[in-house]
């Protein structure tokens, strides 16, 4: 028997030694993120273990799993109570250490291992812990196996069986970074800037850089887990900012970032502007487009409306879907319609063949973006980010809103702009032209401005992101349309940012 998860324990009692702390709130849509300490404590990790083996055998999947860790002061700990879960279970644990998480699903590959379980809290700050799991790969957990995971762990429903065992793979990143680097080098020098915020990352993006024929400048690649300069997360504009002063000071062609567990990359041209992610998918959409006609690719609905109207995409027969935010569901979707990419704002790229296995990975995305220079060898990164159609775009802004209320929230703005849709009501002084609401809710308007409000996955916050092809004037008006729904809840708090 294990004892029944605790949704609150106090630290430093009896009580939090002796029993396991699991906050609900942490199983997330496609991820687990909890606060260590106060909504998690290792017991309550090693509950998650012996949860997430019962849910592997339930499932009929072989009971075989690669796990790996991040770079923070505590993941390893982490990990290890979430292995002795795993062990109990009855399952065979390939461990390859210290990680990016995109090495981790690589190794489910290389291993020929079904189920991946990777400790880390992505680009959250410190004091953050989490877990990205699979069981099918290149896939990771949606929403139905999550759901099941949390009532298996905090109903105790523990399948117990033993008889585990546990094999570390030494020097495991040697074959991540050799199957990336096994490939032509590059016939353009490029300079770049390979940005890692002290993140795990800078163990291993300047090694695979260099392996292709970049000349690598580094930025804050010695690993930190205090994160010193600022967290490594690639739509933080403190590391964006830091990314552009290194480039104007070498002159280089381009600025590669990585976030705290390297499945995401941010991208400054050699102007020292950044892109915002989603641009850069237009950018990479072209190219692959150029090579592929006909493709199909998908964008999270975060991203810019460019992927419907601009005109060499248009040309090139490129079609794109546009699909809820989130890794897991954008993994999913790219792999059932047999998308070529996918883009999401956040930095999450997803390739299939040729250029990846189908999950998301910082360093095949930055690889992409040189391959791309590399075919364009009289163009500049600025270039071909000024060769796209003009749009205005705001980052992407997080009001705060908690956990246990943010998804209803969510749900009466949709309904509120269902509503003035049906009236024929004006937001931002135009008519509806369009709602998605496959994930919160983009409106678009009659001069393509939009607006998106949806809940956060992992954090507790709200989502909201605005742009417009007319002018920067046109998305503030949207922006403080979409406010003005905002500001009728009281319980949404201020933003981490604004524009």
Known sequence: ???????????????????????????????????????????????????LGTLIRELGVRPEIVTGHDFRGYSSSVKNSLVSG???????????????????????????????????????????TGVKMGANRPLTFGPDEMTRLKEIVLGAKLDMRGGGSFEFHENFPARYIADLTDRPKLKRKLKVVCACGNGT??????????????????????LDHTFP?????????????????????????????????????GVVDNDGEEIFADKVG????????????????????????????????????????YWKTGHSYMKRRVNEIGA?????????????????????????????????????????????KNALPKTWSSPTMSPHCADEIKYGIVDRVVAHFEGAQKKGDKVAGQGIRDLVTVNGVRVTVEDGTWGLVRASSNKPELVVVVESPVSETRMRDMFKAVDAVLRTHPDVGAYNQTI
């Not at 999450?348 to 690889?367: E, M, S, T, V, W």
């Not at 992409?368 to 009289?378: E, F, I, S, T, Y």
Request: aromatic share 8%; net charge negative; with cysteine.
């Open 201 to 222: 990352a800078g163990a291993f993006a300047p090694r695979v850089l260099e392996a292709v024929g970049c000349e690598v400048i580094p930025l804050d690649c010695e």
């Open 1 to 51: 028997m294990f004892p029944k998860p605790k949704s609150a324990l106090t630290p430093n009692t009896y009580a939090y030694e002796s029993e396991p702390l699991v906050k609900p709130t942490g199983f997330r849509e496609y991820d687990a993120r909890w606060l260590l300490g106060s909504e998690i404590n290792l017991m309550g990790v090693q509950a998650l273990g012996i949860g």
């Open 282 to 321: 237009v950018m990479l959409a072209r190219d692959i487009s150029a090579q592929q006609n006909g493709a199909t690719f998908v964008a999270d609905v975060k991203s810019t409306g460019l992927f419907m109207t601009d005109p060499v995409l248009i040309k090139q027969g490129a079609k794109t879907d």
């Open 86 to 128: 795993l062990l109990a279970a009855g399952c065979k644990v390939h461990d390859i250490g210290l990680a990016m998480t995109p090495m981790a699903y690589f190794a489910q590959f290389d291993l020929d291992v079904p189920c991946v379980a990777m400790v880390t809290a992505s680009h959250n700050d410190n004091g953050w």
């Open 229 to 265: 300069r600022y967290n490594p997360n690639t739509e933080d504009m403190k590391m964006l900012h830091a990314m552009a002063d290194a480039v104007r000071a070498h002159k280089a062609d381009v600025a590669l970032g990585f976030d705290g567990d390297g499945d995401r990359c």
């Open 340 to 384: 070529v990419a996918g883009f999401e704002k956040s930095g999450h790229f997803f390739f299939n063949k040729p250029l990846g296995r189908g999950y998301d990975d910082g360093l095949i995305f930055a690889l992409a973006v040189c391959d791309m220079l590399d075919r364009n060898p009289g163009k500049s990164m600025a270039d071909l």
